[in-house]
Nanobody, 124 residues
C-alpha cells in the first residue's frame, strides 16, 4: 500500500504562485508514475500533470507554461510548482500514484493511490 500526503495549498491572488508537495510512503516500490489532479466543486476530477519513473512529464493544455511537475526521489516527494495562477485554477488538488504489476504471467493489475487533497484558491 502507498500513502500520499499533499501540502502547500492556500489562498493566493491572481498571478501569484504556490508550490504543492506530495510525500509518498509505504510500499512505494515499482510506482510507475505520479501525477496531480484537481477537482472544482461540482466538476469531474481532471488531470493536471504527470511524471513517470523515468522523468517524462506531460501537462494539461490549460496549465502548460505555468505549472511544472518535478520529483525528488531521495525524499519520495513530488512537487507541483504553480505560477501565474488564475481564478479558474481554484480546486482541490490531489496527488496520485500509479503502479502496474503482474498478477501472474501475462496478466497485469493497475493500482492507483490518492492523497486527501489540498485546497488551492485563487481570488482577488
Amino acid at each position: 500500500q502507498v500513502q500520499l500526503v499533499e501540502s502547500g495549498g492556500g489562498l493566493v491572488q491572481p498571478g501569484g504562485s504556490l508550490r504543492l508537495s506530495c510525500a509518498a510512503s509505504g510500499s512505494i516500490f515499482s510506482i510507475n508514475a505520479m501525477g496531480w489532479y484537481r477537482q472544482a466543486p461540482g466538476q469531474e476530477r481532471e488531470l493536471v500533470a504527470t511524471i513517470t519513473s523515468g522523468g517524462s512529464t506531460n501537462y494539461a493544455d490549460s496549465v502548460k507554461g505555468r505549472f511544472t511537475i518535478s520529483r525528488d526521489n531521495a525524499k519520495n516527494t513530488v512537487y507541483l510548482q504553480m505560477n501565474s495562477l488564475k481564478p479558474e485554477d481554484t480546486a482541490v488538488y490531489y496527488c496520485n500514484a500509479h503502479r502496474d504489476y503482474p498478477l501472474y504471467s501475462g496478466v497485469y493489475v493497475n493500482d492507483d493511490y490518492w492523497g486527501q487533497g489540498t485546497q488551492v484558491t485563487v481570488s482577488s
